[in-house]
């Protein structure tokens, strides 16, 4: 079983919809990342949260320490989102960074 | 501001062959790291840097060398290409004080045939 798991694994959208994309993490961690990585480019950090919620423009994330789960939700969605997500988490000993798998996202105009 | 930079972007390589990948940040990080994206898999970690001259062994060392002459460029090396290197390969680098400042480059997409 992967430390990090991602749900779901592919997810399809119309323009407009709301998003969530879940990460749940099985490690005593000190900090979680969300990534956006877009077709044929490099991966950019999009949220690192330790707990409680970031809201940055249409994009919120949400992190439950006692349940090991994170979220990302995407409000308004556009056709523009349509990436991979992916969620990266810091591990409490060691500063080694465990990623998930990714999520890819496609939003149909 | 450049960040970090990754060269080539692209390469096609034979069974065999050795190449070198670059990557080169331009903000005074300590730490780097080479990863590896695998299709359905989380970003593997190949080898990583704490500072200059010092390279250790992530997850996935077997069939890559390093090296960190120089604070800011830490390059990734395959002595004999095999199939199952093909992967896009990404470079990360951090203050060494930061732990959640992470910077990544934009990936070099690499198939071995």
């Known amino acids: 079983k992967n430390e990090v798991e991602q749900s779901p694994q592919n997810l399809t959208a119309q323009e407009g919809e709301f998003i969530t994309i879940n990460c749940s993490y099985s490690?005593?961690?000190?900090?979680l990342h969300w990534l956006q990585q877009h077709p044929g480019g490099g991966i950019v950090s999009l949220f690192m949260?330790?707990?409680g919620k970031k809201k940055h423009g249409r994009l919120i994330a949400t992190i439950n320490i006692q349940e090991k789960h994170s979220s990302l939700h995407i409000t308004a969605s556009h056709p523009r989102d349509s990436a991979v997500y992916i969620c990266?988490?810091?591990?409490?000993?060691?500063?080694?960074?465990?990623f998930g798998a990714g999520t890819i996202l496609r939003v149909k105009s | 501001n450049a960040g970090v930079t990754q060269t080539p972007k692209f390469r096609v390589l034979k069974t065999g062959q050795s190449m070198t990948l670059l990557c080169a940040q331009d903000?005074?990080?300590?730490?780097m790291y080479w990863y590896r994206q695998d299709p359905g898999m989380g970003l593997r970690l190949i080898h990583y840097?704490?500072?200059?001259?010092?390279?250790a062994k992530g997850e996935v060392p077997d069939g890559y060398n390093v090296s960190r002459l120089k604070k800011q460029n830490f390059l990734l090396g395959l002595e004999s290409a095999a199939p199952s290197q093909t992967s896009v390969y990404f470079c990360?680098?951090?203050?060494?004080?930061?732990?959640?400042?992470?910077?990544f480059g934009s990936g070099t997409r690499l198939t071995v045939v």
């Open positions: 990360a680098s951090r203050k060494e004080a930061d732990y959640y400042g992470y910077t």
């Open positions: 490690v005593g961690i000190s900090a």
């Open positions: 949260l330790s707990s």
């Open positions: 990266a988490v810091l591990m409490e000993y060691g500063n080694k960074l465990v």
């Open positions: 903000m005074n990080h300590e730490y």
């Open positions: 840097s704490v500072g200059e001259g010092t390279t």
